[in-house]
């Protein structure tokens, strides 16, 4: 079973993907993926960053025989998968945890938005794949991490999608 592990930057995919990973979790991290098959194109330079084309992600992962663990990235969505979490924060403190890293105003805030506009949720959906949702806000490392297991371990209902809506923040950040 091929598990996506997504979500906008900063909600704590590869912090999570690495505490799974210790638990005996396979682990697959989409950027090193399209580092390892050279499938970074061009850079923009207003949102500093990379254009990767999902087709080429998707045949470089079929390459490497990866078809059972989790791949973590706010692309992993995007490929042939069997479920999907996606991990979720309120926009006002994932900007504040973009800001930490010391990301560019403008990209604090088209994440911000990015978030409460759902818009890695809505492709989730759209994959066709059984997608959960998880809010990382107030958790801990642990907390989220069992969430995740929860989730892999059959838990449906209490993090199914709808159960988090930060749509009114959207014109904060717009």
Known sequence: MLIALTG????GKSTVALGLQAKGWRVLEVNDLARRHGLFRSKDPVRDSYDLDPDELQEALEGEGFDDGILVGHLSHLLDVDMVIVL???PEVLANRLEARRWP???IRENALAESLDIILAEAVDSGAPVFEV????LSLAETEAAALAILAG?????????????EEALKWS
């Open 155 to 167: 838990e449906k209902e209490k993090y199914a999608v709808g159960n988090i809506d930060w749509s």
């Open 135 to 138: 809010n990382t806000t107030e």
């Open 88 to 90: 979720r924060c309120h």
């Open 105 to 107: 105003l403008a990209k």
């Open 8 to 11: 906008t930057p900063g909600t």
